[in-house]
Structure formats: structure tokens, C-alpha cells
């Protein structure tokens, strides 16, 4: 169990470490006359581009952030505190919006709002007689409109869990006291959640300024850049030598923002249970009648789903049935094919659904075991540097997923190549993705272990067993259903994950998510929305099995 | 000042309906202690939180102060801000992000009440806790005695035509529960306001209350005031939930008015009190401390029932001890300052107007388990 904690520290360690150093290095990596030099920093900080990137990041996450909370706010008081119909319904739907690739969201709104192709354009100018395109979603804020509706699931799990830890009792006895629900509800509930929606608010922006797909998929080709993309971009140069150096140093810094936003969750986070009125007993919230608002109340949920997912899954498909976009009609109707689909590489697309099925298995398998061990050295043992061990596996938190790429590339380039030649194959992808879902892994872990009593293990090994009986008779039973939605949990984040591999595939190592990119880089729009609706499509069953182990878990429906 | 008529409501949940309360009428005087006895689950929460508007009861009418503030029939729901009551929860309520003073003055703000006169109300009502001098301290500070004392200035601090206590003992710990139950027991009657209390603990049911009513599964077992509850409850559940009982069958073979006579268990005669006798089966119930026992029969008085028994356990309580007594296939408990050894032959001896029989039920309670029956 040390052993298998000690390691995930340590992988954590070198991947930070080596990105880190390669950002005061200069000259050819593995070079013998590396010199130490602050030069990076310098070019980048001197650099006003580096600005304008850090001001385009900055407004569309804050922007992402502004969507989403307008969107979950609102979704989360319906299904906590209202007597809204059908709330398990909105609740799984949530669920899978928050596992469907955000890269193929993002492409359907190209199909939509794309200034020169999308159709809802189109079909405004046409319909309003305009000479110029309404929308434009490559810009700083149509991406972080973009980002926005896809971020509002995460936002909404967020809040509802800091809506449902409220003792209802602070509301109710407000009303006694005389304050109508508006009153109830500015003076009492918003406050007293204060904390805890900042905490969420944070946490979603620290997401939405790491965010990849969307600016890729939005972005890349109009050259507006955030950080994520910026970094990417800088690591694949389209002429020359990647300046390794630069993109260190870029890294860092994006990291060390990254980590900033993380310090402020922290704090909020802290400050959520001082107000949380702990009193162990089962809240039974308080339940505002909808009444005559309910009509209104369920057209809002829906307008949602149709807006943020459905139009864009929904454009998604038909642009894999036509020869090339173009408005819906009889005329378009009779040139539905299935030629992007049948013109897919089958010989790579295999290649790819094995690879994503590895992954499947090994990263979710590695991450619980190394999760399990940390939270056990964490929560259970005495040893001195177990905050050490604690800390690290909550940074990749804190660290950006393209941060995570870079480290990983620069590790297999510079660092293990003489010894592990790594790069190229699957094992750097799974390396690096059970090191991103770490914190997730020991959060879920921790959760499940500080529920088992202390004395359940204790009496076990009064009764006889030793460490390793005490973990198979009585830990992992009681652990397993945590397990079991963590793994699925896991396997599907893995399926969906794009910027994790992409600066780590290539022909023979893609997962599914690397062959959608590679359609969109060459702007084969037609497979990528093939692809990506082959890969929706093979997710159904496991969504399905996730949805009966978060039944099972209670994770779904409120209550 | 507060009068329920019919009241029914029930529960729907997605493991299926539940009925709370299933046609409740009770009416609570100006001035009086009203509570609500039974175990969790059996509607009294509920009935509380009808009253004050907190649930929305399925039928029936509920008035405050002769006011319709619920009326199925009519259509009327008026909401918790428009009825005037105060309300002391049981996990106290008390707001995190707000001071003692402003926890208290919460009220008066609401009713935009002058600076002045919020000022002295507070003052004023956390002076009658105790707690004045904390008014400026964060409620996060507090202790749970404290929380529950703010609690109980905030329910007070507008004045109500009604005061709702909703268990708020049950999270104290026993000397801050004796203490804080007399002490709402003087505030109550300083405030002569109609209040209604709801608990499961019948020390806390039988000190502070004028009036009693005992509930089980939504429906209304027997009301009365604490001396008929304890002394003369109406069935098994009753006598139960009043206090510590002993139950025993017995063979009735003569009545007269409201005295009957039977065979006990050890095949003794004894006398008993009940209005609705009848010849045949039926079942008694004496009160532990009702109960006396000596190993010398010829010092029991010749007016009292007596059972022969043996003591089959004896526990040290400090202020007495309590014995475990099996007469025939029956064990009683006595609570009883003598000592007297275990397995000694005794005489269980009871005034007849302390047994009663009671009525008829059609499922037993819960019995406490019992390690020597």
C-alpha cells in the first residue's frame, strides 16, 4: 500500500519537475552543455502576445463561467427545492451531458454558428435579409458561450450538492419569522450558501481556463488562442522546431495560475462547512410549490437540453450524412449518405476502438489501486509525510490537462527515452491519464474510506486477520460500490478525454477521441462527425452500466 | 387560540404514500402548554408543522387566533410569514452568517420594526434567555445550550400569538435538558401565549405541559392532562408512552361500577378499576412506583391487592432500586427503596385505584427488551 502511494507521488513529481525544468534550461535537451537560464521567462513575459492570449483566456472562462451559472443556478433550485416533475429525468440527462466528448458538442456549434458555414447564420441572413453573419462562434466570447453550456452540467451537480447540504430549518425558520420566499431567499439561503456556490464558482472556472476541446475545435483555425490552445499550437509549429523551452516555461506559468485558482477553491471550500449546519440528521429539504409555474419551469429545463445539447448532437449527425453542409430540405434530404461513414479508415478506426478499450480498462484499474493506497496511507496510517503524499494527489487537480500532455511529452522525449522509450506507445497514455484522474480517484476513495468506521478494521484484526485479510474481508466489500462508480466513472472520462493524448498520439497509439482531431486539423468535417457519432454511439451501453452503478451508488436522483 | 378540525395529510414519496396524520381535531386555549406525545413517526412533527404552515395538510381546517389560516374546503393556505407564530426547531435554526443580536432581531426586521425598538425588543428577549450579554458574538460560537436559548429569544422576540416547539430538548444533554425544560416552562407562563410542544420523552410531556395528547400512526390515542395520561391511560400504547408499566392479564369475575375483581397470574383475587368491565379476559396495568414489595405479608395493609412473587433481579438505581419480580409466568417491575435479596419469595401489594384495566388494542407496542423475561 506505501509502496503504491510512494509511487503515485512520485510519478506526479516527475512529470511537474520536468516541465519546470526544461523551462530554466537552454540549448537541445540532453544536450551535455545545458545551461540554466531565466531567458524563457523573459521572451515570454516580454512577449505582448503572451498578454493578449492571458486576456482572451481570461474573459472566456469568465464568460464559460457566467453561461454556466446562468444556465445551473436556476436547473439546481428546480430540482432541490421545487416540486419540478420528472427530476431523476434531469438528472441522468445531466449526467451524460457532463460524459458527451466536448469536442463533439463543439463541432456541432461549428455546423451552427460558424461565421462562413453555420446554418443557424445562414438561415438568419436569409431569413432577415442580412448581409453579414449574426453569430460568430470563433471569437473569444462565442467560444466561451460554447464552453459555457457545456460547462452548466458540471456547475449544476456543483450547486445542487451545495443546495442540498443546507438544513432546510434555516429557511423554514426564516418564513416563521415573517420573511416572504423572496426574503427567505436573499437574506437566509444565499448567504448561508455563499461559500459554498463560490467554491463552486471556482472550481468551475479553474475547468473553463483549462479547457481545451472547445477552443481547439473553435478557435485553432481562426489562430484565437487561450492558453490551452496557445500551448498546443507553440508544441506544433507548422514550420520549424517546436521551441521546447518556451512551451515549458508557457506551461508553468499556466500551471501556476491554474494552481492559484486552485488555492482559492481550497479556501472557499474550507469555509463551506463553517457554515453548514451539521447536525447529522437527514434533511428533508424544504419543497417550493411550483404551481401555475411549472409549465414555464419545465419549457426553461427543456429549452435547455434542446439548446446545449440536442441542437448541436442533432447538427452533428446531419452533417455526417451529407456530402457537405448545407440547410435542411427536400433537396438536402435526397443526398443523405452514409459515405462518411463508410469512407472511415476502418483498418485505423479498429485501431482506435482497441486502443480506447485498453485504456478503458488499465487507466480506471491503476488509478483506484493507487487512489485506494494513497487515501489508505492518507487516512489511515501515521506516517510522517503523509500530508506530503495527501498534497500531490490532489495537484493534478490544479493542473491543466495540456499541461499534463506537455509534461508527459517532454518526459518521454528528454527524460525516459534512453532508458523507457515510451513516446509513441500506449503505456505514455496511460501513464499520463492515471496520473490526471488521480485527484478524482483519492476524492472518491477518501469519501468512501472516511465513511467506513475506524473500528470495523480494528475488530478484524482483533479477531484475528492480518493487514492484507483486514483490506480483502472488510475494506474492499464495504468499499466496493464506491469502487465500482468510480471505475465506470473513470473509464468514461477516459473515453472522452482529447487533451490528454493530443500531443501523445500518433497512427499507431490513438485513442478514438485523437481520430476525431485528426479529422478536424484536416478539416474532414464530414468523418470527424462520423466518427464522432460511431464514438457516441459506442458509449450508449456504457452509459448504461454507469447508470445502474450510480443507482446502485445513489448517486442519481436526488432522493 | 389555535383550533384543528379534521386534519388529514399524507406523504408522497418515491417509495410510495405515507399517512402522517389521518383526521386530527384538537384546539389549544390562550395560555395553554399543549403537547404532543408519541413515538417517531406518528404524525405529531407534522401536525406541528400544519400549523405552521410549513406542509400543505390534504384536509381539514386550521385556525389561529379565530383566524382560517388552512381550509381545504375553502381553498385557503395562508403562508408561514402571515401567521404570526414563533417556532423553535430542533436542530435551533440558527443562522451561521448572522450575530446572537441579529439572529434575535431577525423578526423585527422583517416587520420593518424602528431601530429603536428593535434595539430594546432584542435586548429584552435575550435578557429572559440569559444570553445578553453574548448579543454581539457570531452564532457559530455557540454552544448547543446557547444556540437552543437563541432559538427560543428569536421565537419570542415579535411577540406570537402562537409558539411552536418542535423537540427542542432532544439534542441538550440531560442536566441542560432539566434545567432548559423548566425554564420554558417559566418563560411560557410569563408570556401566557398559547403554545404547542411536540416530543417523544414523557418526563419532558408530563412536567411541562396543561394538557396532553398522545398520538400513534396519525391518529389521536387519548388526550387529557398529565395526571389522567399517567394515572388512567385509555390502552397499552398510552400507558407506554406516559411512563414506565407493568401489564398483566387477569380473569375479571365481578364488577361493580367502575371496581372489578379477577384472578391475577398466581391465581390471587385482587381489585382493579375500570369503566367498560366486563366478565372474562382482560388486561391491567400498575405503575412501578405504585408497586410495594416485603417479604412479610402480614405487614401489608388489609385494603390492598396483593401477588406473591420472587425477586429474580435486583439493579441499584441510587435514589431506590428496581426489582424484577416474576409472579406466575408474569415479571414486574418495582420501583422500591427497600432492599431485599434476589431470589427472596415476596409480596407485590398495590392500592386497587392504582390498577387499571385497560381497553382493548388491536397491535401491541413495542416492549422494551427485557433480559430476564
Known sequence: MVTAALAASFAVVVLLAVVLWLSFTDG??????????????????????????????????????????????????????????????????????????????????????????????????????????????????????????????????????????????????????????????????????????????????????????????????????????????????????????????????????????????????????????????????????LGRWRPPAVALVTLYFVVAQLMPLAMLAWAALLPYLQTPSAAALALVTLRNFTGLPRALVLRAIGNTALLMLLVPSITLVLSAAVSWVVLRTRLRGRAVVDFLAFLPLAIPGIVFSVAALLLALFVLRPVAPIYGTIWLLVLVYVVARLSYGTRMMNGALIQIHRELEESASICGASTAGVLRRVLVPLMAPAMVYAWIWIALLTYRELTLPVLLSNGSNLPFSFLVWGFVQASSYGQASAASLLMLGLMAPALFLYWIAARGAGMIAPR | MITIRNLAMTYRTAHGEHQAVRGVSLEVKQGEFYTLLGPSGC????????????????????????????????????????????????????????????????????????????????????????????????????????????????????????????????????????????????????????????????????????????????????????????????????????????????????????????????????????????????????????????????????????????????????????????????????FSPVEIKEQSKVVVSFAPQDCILLGAEATQPQEEAKPWA
Open chain 1, 28 to 289: 537541445a535537451p540532453g544536450d551535455p552543455a545545458l545551461a540554466y537560464t531565466l531567458a524563457h521567462y523573459a521572451d515570454v513575459f516580454l512577449d505582448a502576445f503572451t498578454y493578449r492570449v492571458l486576456g482572451n483566456t481570461v474573459l472566456f472562462a469568465v464568460i464559460a463561467l457566467a453561461v454556466a451559472l446562468a444556465c445551473a443556478l436556476p436547473m439546481a433550485w428546480l430540482m432541490e427545492r421545487t416540486d419540478f416533475p420528472g427530476k431523476p429525468v434531469v438528472f441522468t440527462l445531466m449526467t451524460v451531458a457532463l460524459l458527451i466528448p466536448g469536442f463533439a458538442v463543439a463541432l456541432g456549434w461549428v455546423f451552427l454558428v460558424h461565421a462562413k458555414i453555420g446554418l443557424l447564420n445562414r438561415a438568419l441572413m436569409a431569413v432577415l435579409g442580412l448581409g453579414a453573419a449574426p453569430f460568430n462562434v470563433a471569437t473569444v466570447p462565442g467560444m466561451g458561450m460554447v464552453e459555457g453550456l457545456s460547462l452548466a452540467p458540471l456547475a449544476f451537480i456543483m450547486v445542487a450538492v451545495v443546495l442540498r447540504a443546507m438544513d432546510p430549518a434555516l429557511e423554514e425558520a426564516a418564513a416563521i419569522a415573517g420573511a416572504r420566499p423572496v426574503a427567505v431567499m436573499w437574506r437566509v439561503t444565499l448567504r448561508v450558501l455563499w461559500p459554498g456556490l463560490l467554491a463552486a464558482a471556482i472550481y468551475v472556472l479553474t475547468i473553463g481556463f483549462a479547457a481545451f476541446d472547445v477552443p481547439a475545435i473553435l478557435g485553432l483555425s481562426a489562430r484565437i488562442f487561450t492558453f490551452s490552445t496557445y500551448v498546443f499550437s507553440a508544441l506544433t509549429p507548422t514550420a520549424g522546431a517546436p521551441e521546447y523551452g518556451e512551451v515549458a516555461t508557457l506551461s508553468v506559468i499556466m500551471a501556476a495560475i491554474a494552481a492559484l485558482l486552485s488555492v482559492c477553491y481550497r479556501t472557499a471550500q474550507r469555509q463551506a462547512p463553517k457554515y453548514a449546519v451539521v447536525t447529522g440528521k437527514a434533511y428533508r429539504p424544504r419543497i417550493a410549490r
Open chain 2, 43 to 334: 404524525g405529531k412533527t407534522t401536525i406541528l408543522r400544519c400549523v405552521a404552515g410549513l406542509e400543505h395538510p390534504d384536509a381539514g381546517e386550521i385556525l389561529i387566533g379565530g383566524e382560517v389560516v388552512f381550509s381545504a374546503e375553502r381553498g385557503i393556505w395562508v403562508p408561514p410569514h402571515n401567521r404570526n407564530i414563533g417556532m423553535v426547531f430542533q436542530s435551533y435554526a440558527i443562522w451561521p452568517h448572522l450575530s446572537v443580536f441579529e439572529n434575535v432581531a431577525f423578526p423585527l426586521r422583517i416587520r420593518r420594526r424602528p431601530r429603536a425598538e428593535v434595539q430594546s425588543r432584542v435586548m429584552r428577549a435575550l435578557d429572559m434567555v440569559g444570553l445578553a450579554a453574548l448579543a454581539a458574538r457570531s452564532a457559530q460560537l455557540l454552544s448547543g445550550g446557547q444556540q437552543q436559548r437563541v432559538a427560543v429569544a428569536r421565537a419570542i422576540v415579535h411577540s406570537p400569538s402562537v409558539l411552536l416547539f418542535d423537540e427542542p430538548l432532544s439534542n441538550l444533554d440531560a442536566k441542560l435538558r432539566d434545567n432548559t425544560r423548566a425554564e420554558i416552562r417559566r418563560l411560557q407562563r410569563e408570556l401566557n401565549v398559547a403554545t404547542v410542544y411536540v416530543t417523544h420523552d414523557q418526563a419532558e410531556a408530563l412536567s411541562l405541559s396543561d394538557r396532553i395528547l398522545v398520538m400513534r400512526e396519525g391518529i389521536i390515542r387519548q388526550e387529557g392532562s398529565p395526571q389522567q395520561i399517567y394515572a388512567q391511560p385509555r390502552d397499552m400504547f398510552v400507558a407506554d408512552a406516559a411512563g414506565a408499566a407493568n401489564f398483566f392479564d387477569i380473569e375479571i369475575r365481578g364488577v361493580d361500577g367502575d371496581e372489578l375483581h379477577g384472578i391475577a397470574p398466581d391465581g390471587s383475587i385482587i381489585r382493579a378499576r375500570g369503566t367498560q368491565a366486563a366478565i372474562g379476559p382482560g388486561r391491567v396495568m400498575v405503575r412501578p412506583d405504585r408497586l410495594r414489595i416485603t417479604p412479610d405479608e402480614a405487614a401489608v395493609a388489609a385494603d390492598l391487592n396483593r401477588l406473591h412473587g420472587t425477586v429474580r433481579q435486583r439493579l441499584f438505581l441510587g435514589g431506590h432500586f428496581e426489582y424484577a419480580v416474576a409472579v406466575g409466568a408474569t415479571v414486574l417491575r418495582v
